[in-house]
């Protein structure tokens, strides 16, 4: 099925493409072409035939295409429809084909005549008419009527006006390029011919790309391009040879012959902008290679625009073998006449990307005495003119590739020379956070619940507001760098003063206690007028492809994600990040109005970058297991000083933490410097019970420490780290002499008995059977003092529970105030995302309040007491916490956990049959009561004892029960 409209031959341009558009829905195009060739049926060599159908598809399908043509079923659109017929049949991708047709010469023309109405055509030709029918492969049609019968030429004017008015549109909003043009000729009459140079004349001129070997028309420009000189000129013998062709194919008489010659020759005073395609030649392209090339060279254009098209195709092989092929000749990448050197340790940073930290140094504005710095003087060399506005190209070009999605021409551009450390700076990372373009994503519901309320439609994500989206995403004590203090102060100073303003509504006003506030104004604002805002350095960042790899991930974009994380630094925390923001976003959209295919893409992301997580340590670990420790345990500074297990923690990475060498780090933190066996527990015990057997247990200390001390006394050594590398250089001959005397007395020296002492109470492993049996020895005192009779004044048994129960309170407050987050109320949010802090806060609360009764005198001391017994149930829930620890109890306490949830739905299920039964028996056993809450106690009372098999049969069958009394 086809949609089409009867025009006037005189419609005008605009209107049209506003009618395709808007009313039949198509998107504009990246290309224009406009297929001529001969109007009366010719046979093609089947070869040819496919080459050019096939090719001509392609073109129009990577690129995006419209394809002009007659319309009507004969000559070269017949070829064209064939083309198209058998790109319908086997693939669902349909190419946007419209037919300019006039509509005097069309065949069942009355079929087609109604306003909105649907049709039947019939496409069958009839032999015995001069007409013709519509082509059905085209997918739009535009029928021009200038009142003519069985005449071309109305639609002429009208195609040559609306191919104009096209190649005026813009591709898209973010390039520049019009959509090009180029004329397709294949055979053809005089009128080609003439068609041809009337492209050729157009202005801006319109390519023309002829396939050799079709006939007529096309094979006598090809001869003549062939031929010619770079002047256009052909000599004597040639030119006869060309002129006698003329006469043959069209049957014409000298003169007539002359006139399409000279033609011919006009032609080829532009022969650049012919391409001829030739089939089988050495070296010859693909038909579509042959469109695309002819447009790029044909347009005359810059490298810069010629780049914009490959882009606006999404060709990246045109852009690589055509725009690039001269890439490496030019001059290395330097940075802009109008900005500063980088400091080296910038430089090496942004070699070759990595984490994702900002480089928060600002650099004074002001020297010395006050003295403002020189401005640099303007470049005036054409040839670095030249080059910076080259390197300013491919910046945008990177910009462009970025928004679009196109991850090949992102790579392309990189290998290229695009600096990324160079290109990457505040505002381009805001925009790229602002594009309406690409999937489908959460991020702006996520920027909404952040700013609690609904956003403007025209409302600008800055990163601030990225910052607070990451530390929702990531939970916990995550800190972004958006939201730090040095990021805030220098993002007020470079964009404005409405900045602080908003800012300030958001909470965000400084990290410190408002007491230090009036202290530090004045600081503030010397930093203000410290920071030199014309620097360009400090709107860039320290870590670009971390940055952009966010940004990917933010915005549901997984191949490009893909990419940005495979360059940089740090790939396992990248890949772990990406993977819990994923998993946080799917759940946000749960919780949205977004359609379920997006949860189940995010999903998808999640576990492809879980997986390459869990590579990575496998390669790792059976590269080198200490390496692999490390990396698990290495800080990292970019990512909110966490570490790769810490984030595995987050997300939630099962398999990450399940694997071997992340087993093997928990255990080796777990024991500390503890050597032993499975059965390890007893001896820990009875070393607790009676500490002289500490002496007799093994350590492994000297080079067989603890993975986990070794690095604590590697932490502690780095603190000096200029003065020890100084040391180090100077002794390192003497230390390899001495190295094997040295390994030999380690061996024979005894650990000294302190060393052990303490090492044994510093193992987490003592300190969770110390806490273990601690905690036991204060739940058999609790159920000791509620099990015996309560004195006036609390027994030695009864001050030890209390001491302890205060003490775990201001451990749980300690806890609270040395947690990772800066504000009081994020350190209690993250603390009580712990069920089990939870647990303990309502049990210290009613044990509080038990005691406040307790002291007082009867009835309210009997009421602590109650509360007392009420409370020993919190602290025997407690118990299972620590089961949780054994391999044996502690799945199934989680399963146990997991089943309570589950059971939620049942007892629902179960209360309405309760209710129902409930409500029912009540209200015939006693149809007198009075409106008390007693009321609603035994709708529930009875029935629910039933289910245990109470059934309560005196008091049901009331006959009975005055029979058994008689």
């Known amino acids: 099925m086809f949609q089409y409209i009867r025009v006037s031959y005189d419609s005008k341009a605009d209107s049209l493409l506003h009618l395709m558009v808007k009313d039949w829905e198509l998107e504009l195009p990246t290309l224009l072409i406009s297929v001529h060739g001969g109007l009366q049926n010719f046979e093609l060599p089947p070869k040819l035939k496919q080459v050019f159908g096939k090719g001509l598809i392609k073109a129009a399908v990577t690129t995006g295409a419209w394809i002009f043509t007659g319309g009507v079923s004969t ?111 294949l055979e053809g009459g005089p009128n080609v011919i003439s068609i041809v140079l009337e492209s050729l004349r157009e202005e801006p001129p319109v390519p023309v790309v002829i396939c050799d070997g079709s006939g007529r028309a096309s094979d006598i ?11 256009g000129l052909l000599s004597d013998s040639v030119k006869e040879q060309l002129l006698v062709t003329i006469q043959k194919t069209f049957t014409y008489s000298r003169s007539q012959a002359q006139q399409i010659f000279l033609m011919v020759m006009e032609c080829m005073k532009k022969r650049a902008l012919i391409t001829v395609f030739r089939m089988g030649s050495e070296g010859q392209q693909d038909i579509e290679m042959s469109i695309l090339t002819a447009l790029l060279k044909g347009t005359n254009a810059s490298a810069s625009d010629q780049l914009s098209l490959a882009l606006a195709w999404n060709r990246v092989d045109i852009a690589r073998s055509q725009i690039f092929v001269y890439g490496h000749r030019w001059p290395p990448v330097r940075p802009s006449a109008n900005e500063r050197p980088k400091s080296p340790g910038a430089q090496r940073a942004g070699g070759g990307g990595g984490g994702g930290g900002w480089k928060g140094k600002a650099r004074a504005k002001k020297g010395k005495g006050g003295k403002t710095k020189p401005e640099p003087p303007e470049e005036t060399d054409p040839r670095k003119l ?10 945008q070009a990177m910009m462009d590739a970025l928004v679009l999605d196109r991850v090949d021409f992102v790579k392309l551009l990189i290998e290229n020379g695009v600096n990324i450390h160079h290109f990457l700076t505040i505002p381009r990372l805001e925009e790229l956070y602002n594009t309406k373009l690409g999937p489908a994503n959460t991020l702006h519901f996520v920027v909404r619940d952040v700013k609690k309320g609904n956003l403007p439609p025209d409302y600008q994500i800055t990163l601030i507001d990225i910052g607070l989206v990451l530390e929702l995403l990531m939970g916990g004590a995550y800190r972004c760098n958006y939201t730090r203090k040095s ?52 709107s860039r960042f320290q870590y670009p492809f971390h940055e952009l790899m966010v940004w990917a991930v933010l915005m549901k974009r997984q191949n490009m994600a893909l990419f940005l994380w495979q360059r940089g630094e740090e790939a396992m925390a990248k890949a772990l990040v990406a993977c819990k923001l994923y998993k946080a976003m799917a759940h946000e959209s749960s919780q949205s109005e977004l359609v379920d295919d997006i949860f189940q893409d995010l999903e998808n992301n999640s576990k492809e970058f879980g997986q390459l997580a869990y590579e990575l340590l496998d390669q790792s670990y059976k590269h080198d297991e200490q390496v692999a420790m490390k990396l698990l345990t290495y800080e990292l500074k970019n990512w909110s000083n966490s570490t790769c297990l810490k984030l595995a923690v987050a997300a939630k990475h099962r398999d990450f933490i399940a694997h ?43 080079e067989e420490s603890s993975f986990h001390s070794s690095r604590e006394n590697d932490e502690g050594k780095n603190k000096d780290d200029d003065k020890s590398s100084k040391d180090a250089a100077s002794n390192v001959d003497a230390t390899s002499k001495k190295g094997d005397e040295d390994e030999d007395q380690k061996k024979k020296r005894k650990t000294p008995i302190g060393k052990k002492i303490y090492e044994f109470y510093n193992a987490p492993f003592t300190k969770f059977w110390f806490n273990t049996l601690s905690y036991l020895v204060y739940l058999a005192l609790f159920n000791y003092i509620i099990l015996v009779k309560m004195e006036r004044w609390p027994s030695l048994q009864e001050w030890i529970v209390i001491s302890y129960i205060i003490t775990l309170g201001l451990e749980k407050v300690r806890q609270i105030l040395m947690s990772e987050p800066g504000k009081l109320k994020q350190k209690i949010n993250v603390w009580m995302e712990d069920y089990w802090n939870i647990t303990d806060m309502a049990a210290i609360a009613v044990f509080l309040l038990g005691l406040l009764l307790r002291l007082q005198s009867e009835p309210s001391m009997g009421y602590g007491r109650v509360i007392y017994c009420v409370d020993i149930i919190f602290w025997y829930i407690r118990v299972l916490d620590i089961f949780g620890v054994n391999k044996y109890l502690g799945p199934y306490v989680m399963m146990i956990g997991k089943m309570m949830i589950d059971m939620l739905y049942f007892v629902v ?41 109470e059934v309560f049969a005196d008091s049901i069958d009331l006959y009975a029960m005055e029979i058994n009394r008689k």
């Open 75 to 185: 000559g070269v659109i017949r070829h064209v429809g064939d083309a198209l017929k058998d790109h319908s049949s086997k693939s669902r991708g349909k190419v946007c084909a419209i037919g300019i047709a006039p509509w005097g010469i069309i065949e069942n023309k009355e079929d087609l005549i109604g306003r909105d109405v649907t049709r039947p055509y019939t496409t069958m030709s009839n032999p015995l008419s001069k007409l013709s029918v519509l082509n059905s492969s085209h997918s739009h049609f535009l029928l021009a009527d200038n009142g003519t019968h069985g005449k071309y030429g109305a639609e002429v004017r009208l195609r040559r006006q609306l191919e104009k008015h096209i190649a005026l549109q813009k591709i898209n909003t973010r390039l520049g390029q019009g959509v090009p043009v180029v004329c397709l000729i």
């Open 660 to 702: 071997t060498c992340s087993q093997m780090l928990l255990t080796d933190m777990w024991m500390g410097c503890l050597r032993m066996g499975k059965s390890n527990s007893l001896e820990v015990i009875l070393g607790l019970v009676f500490p002289p057997l500490i002496l007799l247990m093994k350590f492994r200390l000297g």
């Open 221 to 231: 420009i090809s001869f003549a391009h062939r031929y010619c000189g770079e002047d």
């Open 909 to 949: 299920i179960m209360l309405v049959v309760l209710m129902s039964f409930g409500v029912a028996k009540q209200a015939i056993l006693h149809p007198d009561e009075e409106p008390t809450w007693r009321l609603a106690r035994n709708i529930f009372y009875m029935p629910y004892w039933m289910i245990y098999g």
């Open 386 to 395: 030249e080059m910076l506005n080259w390197v300013n190209s491919l910046e």
């Open 487 to 538: 990021f805030r102060t220098l993002y007020n100073n470079l964009y404005g003063l409405k900045r602080p303003k908003a800012l300030k509504l958001l909470g965000m006003e400084d990290d410190e206690p408002r007491a230090k506030e009036k202290g530090k104004k004045n600081k503030k604002k010397e930093e203000e007028v410290d920071i030199d805002v014309d620097d360009p350095e400090l």
